[in-house]
T-cell receptor
Framework: GNSVTQMEGPVTLSEEAFLTINCTYT??????LFWYVQYPGEGLQLLLK?????DKGSNKGFEATYRKETTSFHLEKGSVQVSDSAVYFC???????????FGKGTHLIIQP | DAGVIQSPRHEVTEMGQEVTLRCKPI?????LFWYRQTMMRGLELLIY????????DSGMPEDRFSAKMPNASFSTLKIQPSEPRDSAVYFC??????????????FGAGSRLTVL
């Protein structure tokens, strides 16, 4: 079946540090890949997505590249801010009517 | 559009009581999903609907859980009787059917359930 594995948290960084959150997946076919972010007390929001191999999704300074050869979709940001503190979820969809398969989430804490 | 609307935002109840969670999807979205979020298990898909019809309920944990979608603008998730292990945040999400299959779900703010 489908599965998503992402690094455990919490991840604690200082402001302006470089961020990488690792995500690998297992799926049949060619899934679409997503990063969602959940701020405290809120629902999940789409951060970025990629629908085919070598696509790069980007938004708000975050980037992730769909790597089919390594089945990965790592999230990166060059300089994090306190406001980036949240829980980040990697997810995949095989398309059609399927819902998303989520990783367990990585809690990111940015200290001033 | 106001987005996906869930109610109540918080519910505290006692074991054995019936709990009903409600969701209003975004107008025009043909798919509606119910997820449960816990620290131990993360986000779990419980059930999803297409055009008000339940398509896959394999994630519903037990017969105590049931979900309905009587029309395109309303869905309920019911737990009867509730148990302490049902304590979680329940999310509703909706999406339109995209030809590319890259389903972008829009989530509600969630309903936090505490069963004492």
């Amino acid at each position: 079946g489908n599965s998503v594995t992402q690094m455990e948290g919490p991840v604690t960084l200082s402001e302006e540090a470089f961020l990488t959150i690792n995500c690998t997946y297992t799926a049949t076919g060619y899934p679409s890949l997503f990063w969602y972010v959940q701020y405290p007390g809120e629902g999940l929001q789409l951060l970025l997505k990629a629908t085919k191999a070598d696509d790069k999704g980007s938004n708000k300074g975050f980037e992730a590249t769909y790597r089919k050869e390594t089945t990965s979709f790592h999230l990166e940001k060059g300089s994090v801010q306190v406001s980036d503190s949240a829980v980040y979820f990697c997810a995949l969809s095989r398309g059609g009517a399927d819902g998303l398969t989520f990783g367990k989430g990585t809690h990111l804490i940015i200290q001033p | 559009d106001a987005g996906v609307i869930q109610s109540p935002r918080h519910e505290v109840t006692e074991m054995g009581q019936e709990v009903t969670l409600r969701c209003k999807p975004i107008s025009g979205h043909d798919y509606l999903f119910w997820y449960r979020q816990t620290m131990m298990r993360g986000l779990e898909l419980l059930i999803y609907f297409n055009n008000n019809v339940p398509i896959d309920d394999s994630g519903m944990p037990e017969d105590r859980f049931s979900a309905k979608m009587p029309n395109a603008s309303f869905s309920t998730l019911k737990i009867q009787p509730s148990e302490p292990r049902d304590s979680a945040v329940y999310f509703c999400a909706s999406t339109e059917a995209l030809p590319s299959g890259a389903n972008v779900l829009t989530f509600g703010a969630g309903s936090r359930l505490t069963v004492l």
